[in-house]
């Protein structure tokens, strides 16, 4: 999970670049406007004035004198963030449509008469700001420049507010999807704890007291992982499998040799990402509805391999088998319900889980997950 800090730093970092690419993107159209102006006023509007300028002065005075916008761009970024919000649509119409852009073209076209007049010596100053700013054709252009600037940011401003209100419910989502999670996850242990107290209270009434202290022994070491790993959405194949392994202990305790347990396991699985205890209200399910009933060996399969980009796990017994199964849904559904509630949050329709008829003669519970690897060292290791 990334940490707070490091959502601000990555942020700040996105929004850095994309401000440097929208500035880059204004600054090619200002670069691409001054070279048409400059051609314009050389070939066409200036023909017949005298003096004449030159290209060397038109080309780089318009390049110049354009760029002169991108100095007042945080200005304008500033005013629609900060300013466009305020409840008085009046105040807003007059400040962003008349007195900013009058204020900006006025300081824009006294810049560009301070250039002028300091390298052609061209008129006095007093004439050329009046003839720029109320004598000038071609003003409109700064109005133009203004307007689609404006337009540009608040646009961008938009779709910023925007993004970060669709991050703002997307981690609200997730958030809620994580709390539905650990609900589900919180309902599995209770039923279990109730079962193992239960078998526990069965062996110190009979006085088996040797039982009864290991029995303890083991559900310590398993509520020991489970406290290490409830944090947790996802674990290792490996590591769901050594939590199995330390809940068959308990239940071998329960039904000693009667627990025939067997493992068919592929290789390439054990670093796949399972969701964490997916697998114990499975093979729960399994012991209480079907071994625990049965008067001879229960058989207890549980199977895992890759077929292409999807993971299967498989989990099947000796029972009395689904159509069984299916007269008792009410009393066993809990586990598998929970299951199917916990898959279907974290993988979508990417997922599936199916009841079907085993090869052993009782119920296969087999579940299909994306394929995804871990890499990433388990604390186990």
Not at 256 to 263: F, N, P, T
Request: proline share 3%; net charge neutral; glycine share 2%.
């Amino acid at each position: 999970m990334i940490q707070p800090k490091q959502n601000f730093v990555i942020k700040y970092y996105k929004s850095s670049r994309h401000k440097i690419f929208l500035v880059a993107m204004m600054a090619v159209f200002l670069f691409v406007v001054a070279l048409a102006i400059a051609f314009q006023h050389y070939y066409i509007i200036d023909v017949e004035t005298v003096p004449r300028f030159s290209l060397s002065w038109h080309i780089p005075f318009n390049i110049f004198y354009f760029m002169i916008w991108l100095a007042f761009l945080p200005v304008i970024q500033w005013s629609d963030t900060n300013l466009r919000n305020k409840k008085s649509k009046v105040i807003n119409w007059l400040f962003f449509y008349l007195l900013l852009p009058f204020v900006l073209v006025f300081i824009h076209q006294l810049v560009a008469t301070l250039v002028i007049n300091l390298v052609l010596d061209y008129m006095d100053f007093s004439s050329l700001i009046y003839q720029r700013m109320l004598r000038n054709p071609w003003i409109w252009e700064d109005f133009v420049i203004y307007f689609l600037l404006l337009a540009v940011i608040s646009l961008d401003n938009y779709q910023t507010k925007s993004d970060n209100h669709l991050l703002k419910v997307s981690q609200l989502q997730s958030q809620l999807t994580q709390t539905h999670l650990r609900t589900l996850k919180s309902q599995l242990h209770p039923h279990f704890l109730f079962n193992t107290l239960n078998t526990l209270s069965t062996l110190i009434l009979k006085q088996d007291n040797s039982e009864a202290e290991r029995m303890l022994c083991l559900l310590e070491k398993f509520l020991q992982t489970t406290l290490n790993e409830e944090e947790k959405s996802e674990v290792n194949l490996n590591e769901e499998l050594k939590f199995i392994h330390h809940y068959l202990e308990i239940e071998k305790v329960r039904f000693k040799d009667k627990l025939i347990v067997e493992e068919n396991i592929g290789f390439d699985t054990l670093s796949a990402k399972v969701p964490v205890f997916v697998l114990q209200p499975l093979v729960e399910n399994s012991i209480h509805h079907a071994i625990a009933t049965k008067t001879t060996d229960g058989v207890l399969r549980i199977i895992s391999r890759r077929e292409n980009t999807f993971l299967i796990l498989i989990v099947e017994d000796n029972g009395p088998g689904i159509v069984e199964s299916k007269k008792k849904k009410n009393k066993e559904g809990v586990g598998l319900r929970i299951t199917k509630e916990r898959l279907l949050q974290l993988y979508g329709e990417k997922q599936e889980l199916q009841l079907s008829q085993s090869d052993l003669g009782g119920l296969r519970v087999t579940i299909q997950i994306p394929f995804i690897e871990n890499n990433e060292p388990s604390e186990s290791e």
